[in-house]
């Protein structure tokens, strides 16, 4: 394998897990999948099919500024007057003593592409008030995991990232405009928070 100092962009695999979505939002949209044209078989893949991007967390503010006093001797004519303050133009910097895991933001966004018909749209969205109207089928999972996959040239998967326990946190609002001068893929953004994060490689063929 040569590794690239500019990977592809597309090099990354990442679908929502089937049992991720409830299952009575599922049966519904595979009915409705059912009855119109589609080259999809089940919700689950036309949702998935229609991921366009995914934003992972960063590591922020782990370093703390404390600013330090200067203790200068103030003198006149050679005699010692006393010591005067100065603030110095730059702070001490230093790492924090929080625990690093507090630095990540516990968050993820999901790109998704407005498909004809918003079908992947309200199956999010009914699937928000189903997991929160019924915490008690979901909340208590602690097995659920996103996977991240990272692809090589060859687009064979090489690492992974792993978010445990990932819940709804929110999904953008829709605009729409009869004075778009030029069709365009619109998209919208689902948010997820998760309550730990690991990472893995993938031994390739030897």
Known sequence: MNLSLAPRFDQFRFVIPKDYIPTEVLNKYDRILAKNPSTFMSAIDYLNESIKGISLPAIENIIVEQPQVSHNTMRENGSLLGKINIEP????VTLSSENILSKINNTFTVTFRQNQGLYNYFML????FHRYMKPELYHQNDNEVFDVVFLDE?????????????EFNGISGLEF???KVESQTDT???VFTFNNIDFDFIPGKQ
């Open 89 to 92: 133009s730059h702070p001490n």
């Open 125 to 128: 969205y009914e699937s928000i």
């Open 154 to 166: 060859d687009s064979l998967p090489v690492s992974r990232m792993m978010l445990y326990q990932p």
């Open 177 to 179: 405009s009869y004075y």
């Open 188 to 190: 919208f953004d689902v």
